[in-house]
């Protein structure tokens, strides 16, 4: 399916979020307020993960797309980023079925030849094993990075058609996009930081550009119903104008 852009035309919108992007940050934090390892923290993050699938999946919400690991996740300590991949590795062994009992199209975005083998074998099996389900789609961003998506989709881009770089003016937003790794799903309507800060880490940088943002404390491993519908309320709310004015979305000419 072609995805509308929101700067080539003005999206369709609701009032519940049709993509809903995260940055599942305070993890650590979570944790050391507990006098626990950080890795404490991950583990039960992945509680978290399993409320925002079905409460999403509840309010109707079509594309969630979480941020579990970023290309500049491998800076953490060796310990860390090792417990990361084993809890990434144990949760796809263990949720395949609930998933798909959910009606969960299961699909990773990131460059995933950094992963050992055995991890890159249980990607491609849970993404094809839940290819079929159409109520939601969960995307997993792992060794993902924004700038990273939009080289690797001009090199593809290029690869395919040599013959742009003697007419770079032929290269336009539509074909960009048609080659970023979450290609098949509409821009996010909806962006949500747990954690407190209130920064972008090089997540959906090109698919952010009209997205509302919202931030809050909560850590990752608080996060849950309760605060989804707060961020939906909050959403509710926005008006997005995508460059209008206020004046003509009241009366559209
Ligand atoms: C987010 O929580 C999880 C990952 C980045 C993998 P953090 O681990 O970043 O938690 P804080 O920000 O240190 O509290
Ligand atoms: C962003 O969180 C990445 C993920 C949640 C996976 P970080 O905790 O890594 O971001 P920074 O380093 O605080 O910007
Ligand atoms: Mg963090």
């Known amino acids: ?11 369709q919108t609701g009032q519940v ?3 809903v992007a995260i ?21 039960r993050g992945v509680q978290a ?12 919400v079509r594309y969630l797309t979480l941020f579990a690991f970023s290309s500049e996740n491998w800076r953490r300590p060796a310990h860390e980023v090792s417990v990361l991949m084993r809890l990434f590795i144990r949760t796809l062994e263990k949720e395949v079925d609930k998933l798909i009992a959910q ?27 839940t290819a079929g389900q159409t109520t939601l789609t969960l995307t997993i961003a792992a060794n993902y990075g924004g700038r990273w998506d ?5 090199q593809a881009l290029l690869r395919d058609h040599p013959e742009l770089s003697a007419h770079p003016e032929h290269l336009d937003e539509a074909a960009l996009t048609s080659r970023l790794a979450m290609a098949y799903a509409p821009e996010p309507d909806l962006f949500i930081r747990t954690g407190g800060e209130q920064r972008i880490s090089n997540f959906l940088i090109w698919q952010l550009a009209y997205a509302e943002l919202y931030f809050t404390d909560c850590f990752w491993p608080d996060f849950g119903a309760v605060e989804i519908d707060q961020a939906f309320a909050w959403y509710r709310d926005r008006e997005r104008r995508f460059g209008r004015t206020s004046e003509q979305l009241r009366s559209p000419a």
């Open 103 to 129: 009606g969960v199209c299961l699909r990773i975005v990131g460059d995933l030849s950094a992963f050992d083998a055995k991890l890159q074998d249980l990607i491609r099996e849970a993404e094809r094993k």
């Open 1 to 11: 399916m072609v995805q509308t852009s929101s700067t080539l035309s003005i999206p």
């Open 49 to 60: 993960v399993r409320r925002a699938v079905e409460a999403c999946g509840h309010r109707g």
């Open 23 to 43: 940055i599942m940050d305070g993890n650590g934090r979570w944790a050391t307020k507990r006098h626990l390892p950080r890795t404490a923290g991950h583990v």
């Open 150 to 154: 939009i080289l690797q989709a001009a």
């Open 17 to 19: 979020p049709c993509h």
